[in-house]
């Protein structure tokens, strides 16, 4: 079973950097393409970013705004999503996500999550 731990989230002001980790035990980790998404109360879940296992990226732009840059660690068996300059309307519970092999998108393509991290960002 693949199990997949968020770490990271918090409560920052506006301008100021968090960096996302996600731990994941089980499976081949190098095989997974690694996501993150996040969901804002009353909202659907958005993709924000993803990385293959190959290292290949894919980023909404219109969340990240060359903000955000997501990464792995096939040693650790961590993926990474480093924020800089968040701003309010980025505040939200973060999940990550694997599938194998190809990122996607959506949402629906991804067989494993964490149980997410809070990022909150004041005024």
């Known amino acids: 079973q693949v199990h997949l731990v968020e770490s990271g989230g918090g409560l920052v002001q506006t301008g100021e950097s968090l960096r996302l980790s996600c731990v994941v035990s089980?499976?081949?980790?190098?095989?997974?393409?690694m996501a993150w998404f996040r969901q804002a109360p009353g909202k659907e879940r958005e993709f924000v970013a993803a990385?293959?296992?190959?290292?290949?990226?894919?980023y909404d732009d219109n969340i990240v705004k060359g903000r955000f840059t997501v990464s792995r660690d096939n040693a650790e068996n961590t993926a990474y999503l480093q924020m800089n300059s968040l701003k309010p309307e980025d505040t939200a519970v973060y999940y990550c996500?694997?599938?194998?092999?190809?990122?996607?998108?959506?949402?629906?393509?991804?067989?494993?999550w964490g149980q997410g991290t809070h990022v909150t960002v004041s005024p």
């Open positions: 089980g499976g081949t980790f190098k095989l997974y393409a």
């Open positions: 990385v293959s296992g190959s290292g290949g990226k894919r």
């Open positions: 996500a694997a599938r194998s092999w190809v990122v996607s998108p959506e949402v629906s393509k991804y067989d494993f």
